[in-house]
């Protein structure tokens, strides 16, 4: 993991992590307005992206996919599980990079390309695994939210319900005791008395 910040004093790094945010974020914004489920969900043909920088850039693809999807939440789904989308989209690039050469012997050809059936066959379950490591993190982050403090669905449903509430109940008040009862109150001696019924006097 050292390699992941180590990468930040190379110039020729940093401006492959611009590049890739710059290309994820492009693609990523014009979607922004085709939700599936608005807040969670998104059409993202976008997400081709983080597995192909990863492979080709290594740590500054990864990093390049964290940013850029931030920079997208940024154009209407920014919120504090941004944060986990970040780290999932890092994640996302950054595990194809790690373990491609797992997959190949010493001797065998490993460079990032998919001009074989077995490249292509490793570059597809890779790009499963780190996809659903990627979900993984995010629901992990948005369940931990929910559990600590309602959560941001929890927030909107009860804003919602007040909303909906605040005609009808703002001019809901507590009664008095002699409204609730349809009977005014003896203001001689506080007691509570009937229609007609006089209040008693002392002799």
């Not at 940093?14 to 608005?38: D, H, M, N």
């Not at 997400?47 to 192909?52: A, Q």
């Not at 080709?56 to 920079?71: D, E, K, S």
């Not at 909906?164 to 008095?176: D, E, I, Q, V």
């Amino acid at each position: 993991m050292k390699e992941v910040f180590a990468m930040w004093r190379h110039t020729q790094l940093v401006v492959l992590t611009a590049l890739s945010a710059a290309i994820y974020a492009a693609v990523l914004i014009p979607f922004k307005g085709f939700p599936i489920v608005p807040g969670f969900i998104e059409l993202r043909p976008a997400n081709v992206f983080p597995v192909v920088f990863g492979l080709l850039f290594g740590p500054a693809g990864a990093w390049g996919a964290a940013i850029g999807n931030l920079i997208g939440d940024f154009f209407g789904t920014l919120s504090i599980a941004s944060a986990a989308g970040f780290v999932g989209n890092f994640f996302l690039a950054y595990l194809p990079y790690k373990m491609w050469g797992y997959y190949f012997r010493e001797d065998e050809n490993m460079e990032q390309n998919v001009n074989s059936g077995k490249k292509l066959a490793v570059y597809v379950a890779l790009a499963l695994l780190a996809s659903i490591v990627c979900a993984l993190i995010i629901a992990w982050f948005i369940a931990l939210l929910r559990l600590v403090h309602g959560g941001p669905g929890t927030h909107r449903l009860q804003q919602r319900y007040h909303g909906g509430c605040a005609g009808s109940c703002a001019s809901a008040r507590p009664l008095s005791a002699g409204q609730a009862v349809g009977t005014p109150l003896d203001r001689d001696n506080g007691a509570r008395r009937g229609p007609g019924i006089p209040a008693s006097r002392g002799r």
